[in-house]
Nanobody, 122 residues
Framework: VQLVESGGDWVQPGGSLTLSCAAS????????MYWARQAPGKGLEWVST???????AYAMSLRGRSTISRDNTKNILYLQLNSLTPEDTATYYC?????????????????RGQGTQVTVSS
């Protein structure tokens, strides 16, 4: 199992980014996939979920400003971030549920990538 995030960058407040997570060693459409983030000096925070059926969920902090999606043919997970604020500055991680065809909750114990850095400042 390998997860490789990319797309993080420095953006000004109000900007947008699309993060990608290239998955290998498994088929993402069979698993619930997650995005989580860790801000400097803080713990890991769940951001979004797309389950095996394609249903999505978002943390209140990013609801209405983010969209999770996946490309089953390319085996890539995405997170579109809009109207970014300095409070969104964090390392963003994608993670894979442990069990096929399960809709559960994000766990810090799930396999995740090395992360991609998003910095929002003027």
């Amino acid at each position: 199992v390998q997860l490789v995030e990319s797309g993080g960058d420095w953006v000004q407040p109000g900007g947008s980014l699309t993060l990608s997570c290239a998955a290998s060693g498994f088929t993402i459409r069979r698993y619930s996939m997650y995005w989580a983030r860790q801000a400097p000096g803080k713990g890991l925070e769940w951001v979004s979920t797309i389950n095996f059926a394609g249903h999505t969920a978002y943390a209140m902090s990013l609801r209405g400003r983010s969209t999770i999606s996946r490309d089953n043919t390319k085996n890539i997970l995405y997170l579109q971030l809009n109207s970014l604020t300095p409070e969104d500055t964090a390392t963003y991680y994608c993670a894979k549920d442990d069990t096929e065809y399960r809709t559960g909750q994000f766990s810090e114990g799930f396999s995740r990538g090395q992360g991609t850095q998003v910095t929002v400042s003027s």
